[in-house]
């Protein structure tokens, strides 16, 4: 089985300034990593994936996230934030094997952009 | 751009009423789920849909629940007798491929209060 932590609740941080959202996940087997961001009265879109490869990995919108398989971690990082990246953001994992598309998630990040 | 939809975005319904939540997948996707997110916790899978059938349920979805694809458009997800614990955001998700890996694309969400 899998299962997904996100270690902050709410991160809040002020406009242009740097920020990481934290993942940590538990699996026994080979799994690929998601971050989504839900913005306010919309559904979850994806912000970028680690499947193979590199581990770093580029997103929409300025984000990016490191794989690092050793600490179980996917972090998020955007390295300037802007009010409008204000959402609630999900680590989602899911295993390399299989053929059913089941997302395992974390329990979301909201991040609050202050002007 | 193409959009996963949900219908109604916000239901309320008497406790052992039965509701049907709607979705319009995105049109050349082929496989289907179902997630749900209890107020403050995480976002659970509850089902995954491919060729008119189930591919895969957890633990959540019992008898209670039921999906189907009536007309080769919608997806719907029926919850017989509502239970207050049902209560909840259910997100509908759509993908091209069950390739592990590949996106799914979320829709905004139905909200369901049951009283």
Known sequence: ???????????????????EL???YSSSVSVYLFWYVQYPNQGLQLLLKYLSGS????????????FNKSQTSFHLRKPSVHISDTAEYFCAVTPSSGNTGKLIFGQGTTLQVKP | EPEVTQTPSHQVTQMGQEVILRCVPISNHLYFYWY??????????LVSFYNNEISEKSEIFDDQFSVERP????FTLKIRSTKLEDSAMYFCASSESHRQGGELFFGEGSRLTVL
């Open chain 1, 1 to 19: 089985a899998q299962s997904v932590t996100q270690l902050d609740s709410q991160v809040p941080v002020f406009e242009e300034a740097p920020v």
């Open chain 1, 22 to 24: 934290r993942c940590n």
């Open chain 2, 36 to 45: 749900r997110q209890i107020l403050g916790q995480k976002v659970e899978f």
């Open chain 1, 55 to 66: 581990t770093l990995v580029k997103g929409i919108n300025g984000f990016e996230a490191e």
């Open chain 2, 71 to 74: 007309d080769g458009s919608n």
